[in-house]
C-alpha cells in the first residue's frame, strides 16, 4: 500500500517568514495530492491540492509543488503569520481508491 | 448548506465495549469515509461507504464495521473495544462524481479505559 512520508516534524519560524514541508510519497499510481490544516481540537481542512497533471499550484501565500518522478511534493507558506500557526498534514491518494494517506504531521509555530 | 456532523463529540468507554459513532454527511455528498486518528498522527484510513456498500478499507480489523444509510448518513461501530482504540473519529464526505475533496466532521473522541 501507499506510505507518505512527512519532514519536519516541528517547524518554528519568525513572523513573515517562509516555510516549507515536504512528504514523499511511496505509490507510483497515486495521482492526488491535498495539504489538510489542523488547529487544536479542531477537523483538518483543506488549504491546497494538486493532481498529478500539474507540477505546481499556488493560492495566494500558499503553493505547492509536485515531482512525480522523485515521488515528493512540497507545501510553501511564504510570509508567516502567526494565524498560520497549526499541525499540516499531506496526503496521498490514488483516486481510483479515494482513500487517503496521510503523513505523520508538521507542528508549524510562528513567532510574532 | 450543512457541513458534516458527527455524534457524539466525546465519549468514554472501557475495554471490552461497545460503541456507536455517527455521521451526518454534507448536503449533497455521497460518499463517507471514515478515519482514525491517534494523539499526535496523521489520520488513518479505516473504511468508505458508497451506495450503503463498504468501498475500500484500511487495514483494521473486523471488529470495525459501518453502515451507510439511503440519506447517506453513516455509523461506525466499534466491538470488543481496545485501550489503543482511543482516538479521535473522523468522518468525510465527499462527492464520487466530483473531484473527489474530503471535508471532516470535528470528530468524535473516544477514550478507552
Known amino acids: 500500500g501507499e506510505n507518505v512520508e512527512q519532514h519536519p516534524s516541528t517547524l518554528s519560524v519568525q513572523e513573515g517568514d517562509s516555510a516549507v514541508i515536504k512528504c514523499t510519497y511511496s505509490?507510483?499510481?497515486?495521482?492526488?495530492f491535498p495539504w489538510y490544516k489542523q488547529e487544536l481540537g479542531k477537523r483538518p481542512q483543506l488549504i491546497i491540492d494538486?493532481?498529478?497533471?500539474?507540477g505546481e499550484k499556488k493560492d495566494q501565500r500558499i503553493a505547492v509543488t509536485l515531482n512525480k518522478t522523485a515521488k515528493h511534493f512540497s507545501l510553501h507558506i511564504t510570509e508567516t503569520q502567526p494565524e498560520d500557526s497549526a499541525v499540516y498534514f499531506c496526503a496521498a491518494a490514488d483516486t481510483g481508491r479515494r482513500a487517503l494517506t496521510f503523513g505523520s504531521g508538521t507542528r508549524l509555530q510562528v513567532q510574532p | 448548506e450543512t457541513g458534516v456532523t458527527q455524534s457524539p463529540t466525546h465519549l468514554i468507554k472501557t475495554r471490552g465495549q461497545q460503541v456507536t459513532l455517527r455521521c451526518s454527511s454534507q448536503?449533497?455528498?455521497?460518499?463517507v469515509s471514515w478515519y482514525q486518528q491517534a494523539l499526535g498522527q496523521g489520520p488513518q484510513f479505516i473504511f468508505q461507504y458508497y451506495r450503503e456498500e463498504e468501498n475500500g478499507r484500511g487495514n483494521f480489523p473486523p471488529r470495525f464495521s459501518g453502515l451507510q444509510f439511503p440519506n447517506y448518513s453513516s455509523e461506525l461501530n466499534v466491538n470488543a473495544l481496545e485501550l489503543d482504540d482511543s482516538a479521535l473519529y473522523l468522518c468525510?464526505?465527499?462527492?464520487?462524481?466530483?473531484?473527489?475533496?474530503?471535508?471532516f466532521g470535528e470528530g468524535s473522541r473516544l477514550t478507552v479505559l
Open positions: 505509490d507510483s499510481a497515486s495521482n492526488y
Open positions: 494538486i493532481r498529478s497533471n500539474v
Open positions: 448536503s449533497g455528498h455521497n460518499t
Open positions: 468525510a464526505s465527499s462527492d464520487r462524481q466530483k473531484s473527489g475533496e474530503l471535508f
